[in-house]
């Protein structure tokens, strides 16, 4: 994890939901088999917009943020996934 974010630092990650802005953010988690889940969130200032198709979530990054320079489009599998209501959807 801290090596994704060294390489993307708009993508933050914490064990400790309070830290997290849920209405600004698109979140997501998976529970590891050992340790407290660990939420991994890329704010709504970073994202073109949001859609979301029988449980797979596509993130299109800004185009002038760091992750526009690494992908066109992030992809998250189902499970938990949060997208606040601040954030554009299309």
Same mark, same amino acid.
């Given at each position: @994890?801290?090596?994704?974010?060294? %390489?993307?630092? !708009?993508?933050?990650?914490?064990?400790?939901?309070?830290?997290?802005? #849920?209405? +600004?953010?698109?979140?997501?988690?998976? @529970?590891?088999?050992?340790?407290? %889940?660990?939420? !991994?969130?890329?704010?709504?200032?970073?994202?073109?917009?949001?859609? #979301?198709? +029988?449980?797979?979530?596509?993130?299109?990054?800004?185009?002038?943020?760091?992750?526009?320079?690494?992908?066109?489009?992030?992809?998250?599998?189902?499970?938990?996934? #949060?997208?606040?209501?601040?954030?554009?959807?299309?």
């Amino acid at each position: @994890m801290d090596s994704l974010a060294a %390489r993307i630092p !708009e993508i933050k990650f914490s064990s400790n939901a309070e830290e997290i802005p #849920w209405e +600004n953010a698109v979140v997501w988690t998976i @529970m590891p088999r050992v340790g407290p %889940r660990v939420y !991994e969130w890329l704010e709504g200032e970073h994202i073109r917009s949001v859609s #979301w198709t +029988n449980g797979i979530v596509s993130i299109l990054p800004e185009k002038d943020s760091i992750l526009s320079e690494k992908c066109q489009c992030m992809v998250l599998p189902s499970g938990f996934v #949060w997208v606040g209501k601040n954030v554009k959807v299309g």
